[in-house]
């Protein structure tokens, strides 16, 4: 998970400017806007002060501006709050889950512990790069299965407010209407009227079929779960944990893959707060680990 692009110039001269010393019990003092202001101050008893207090800023800002190791700490800093907003998208969508979705998100973290747990028992601490591995593989799984839990729910919750029989009794209603006796322009708004009556209808179709399409997912990544956890507990050997792994790893590209397929309609339904690059799979996770339960 990276910005959307690398800090340019101003970003640097901007961060260079704002910058401030963090001072215990007091926060942050922004330094250099203190020694603009003194300046600015001492400019009226002595105007020299301001023409040498703009040389000395430009001194400063060029050199921090383009230091290497402030640029990169620019760099962290965006990529901080890059986490912190995907972080916070994250718990706002746990938040608005129905409790039913909740509880399910929560059973598969359940599981996602038990598979760490197993793996912990048969794995030795020599093992640093298959460790980090399998956990930054099992942390992509809740985030994914987060996003397809609220697609569903908004499915959910827009068939819901929608029933065919409703939307047929109205195009019934319209049609009793029309007749030899309307007149041209109120039979045009007649049968416009129906018309998206029955685009509605098709809508309708395609919002169930797309919400079986989710559920199904739902239930493939919790089906794999289930079996990789089996597997484990069967055949703890590093062969047979490395095969988990690669299984969990093919599993993630499959519902990559599947949302890539998908992705017009999960665009549609996600709406704020959850973007198009939301649905790809990140570098780190966005919610809590899976040895840890949701509260």
Not at 100 to 112: D, F, I, T
Not at 244 to 263: F, K
């Amino acid at each position: 998970m990276t910005p959307k692009r690398r800090p340019g110039f101003s970003d640097y001269l901007a961060e260079a400017f704002n910058a401030g010393l963090n001072i215990k019990g007091m926060g942050e003092i922004p330094v250099n806007k203190l020694f603009i202001l003194g300046v600015f101050i001492l400019g009226f008893s002595n105007p020299g002060f301001w023409f040498l207090g703009i040389a000395l800023e430009f001194i400063y800002l060029w050199f921090l501006s383009t230091n290497p190791r402030f640029q990169n700490y620019v760099f962290a800093k965006q990529l901080d709050e890059v986490k912190e907003s995907r972080s916070q998208k994250m718990n706002e969508l746990i938040a608005s889950l129905t409790p039913e979705n909740h509880s399910r998100l929560k059973r598969l973290n359940s599981n996602l512990a038990e598979i760490n747990k197993l793996m912990r028992w048969n794995l030795d601490e020599g093992a640093g790069f298959m460790n980090q591995s399998r956990q930054q593989t099992l942390n992509h799984l809740p985030s994914i299965f987060l996003k397809l839990l609220k697609t569903k729910q908004l499915i959910e919750e827009s068939l819901h407010r929608t029933r065919a029989s409703d939307i047929n009794a109205e195009i019934k209603k319209l049609e009793k209407q029309l007749g030899p006796n309307v007149s041209p322009a109120i039979e045009k708004s007649l049968k416009s009227n129906i018309e998206i009556h029955r685009k509605r209808l098709d809508n309708l179709s395609i919002a169930n079929e797309n919400e079986t399409l989710v559920e199904l997912e739902l239930q493939r990544i919790e089906n794999q779960l289930h079996q990789v956890r089996e597997e484990i507990a069967l055949d703890g050997s590093p062969e047979g944990l490395s095969s988990s792994i690669d299984r969990i790893n093919n599993a993630l590209g499959e519902t990559q893959d599947w949302i890539n397929n998908h992705s017009d309609f999960l665009r549609k339904l996600s709406g704020p707060p959850i973007d198009s690059a939301d649905f790809e799979l990140d570098s780190e996770p966005v919610i809590p680990p899976p040895n840890q339960e949701l509260e």
